[in-house]
């Protein structure tokens, strides 16, 4: 009995080395997900039951967020689920703690901001926030604005892993009155 678990647990070892397992990246996409260059997936998470509903683009970046491609709140009462395709256009930025609902389809140089609940569609070119989501702006005005003030506000260039103490220290005083841009 000891002698097969040390023999199971080897062989597991081995096989993981050999074939490590698939990230969840790669197995969203096994599972049918479509996304295209650029794609910036973190700690976020893509509804995996249907997945094969969901469709992104190029150069897309999702942070802490979930994107759901159905909708169980009508399960218990007419025994289906709701389900609808969940499309991402190129250029889009979703926030931190952002949900993307069903049905939904987001434009192209898109902004979803922190904590937002897309519910509905959204245009090309626009900024999006709130519960539920709404146009508050354009994308182009925003990133010209953030654009003009590079020349004006503190910038840092040393990506955050590695930043030395020093450079730590010189941007906590130079962020006292005001913001600025990292790498």
């Known amino acids: 009995m000891m002698m097969r678990r040390i023999l199971t647990s080897v062989t597991i070892r081995i096989k993981n080395k050999l074939n490590p397992p698939k990230s969840e990246l790669e197995q969203l996409r096994d599972r049918g997900l479509k996304y295209g260059r650029n794609f910036e997936f973190y700690n976020s998470l893509i509804d995996q039951g249907h997945c094969w509903l969901v469709e992104i683009g190029d150069d897309v970046t999702i942070t802490n967020s979930t994107i759901l491609a159905h909708d169980a709140s009508t ?7 709701k389900i609808g395709k969940v499309k991402i256009g190129d250029r889009v930025f979703i926030g931190f703690n952002s949900v ?16 937002s609940i897309v519910t509905k569609s959204i245009p090309d070119n626009s900024i999006v926030a709130g519960n539920p989501a709404r146009v508050i702006g354009k994308t182009s005005e925003y990133i010209e604005k ?16 590695y930043k030395t103490q020093d450079q730590i220290k010189e941007i906590q005083e130079g962020l006292n009155n005001d913001y600025g841009y990292d790498e």
């Open 100 to 115: 993307v609902l069903c049905n939904v389809t987001i434009g192209n140089d898109v902004i979803v901001a922190a904590g």
């Open 146 to 161: 953030h654009r003009a003030n590079l020349a004006v506000k503190p910038v840092f260039d040393t990506y955050w892993p």
């Open 75 to 81: 399960k218990a009462y007419i025994g289906k689920s």
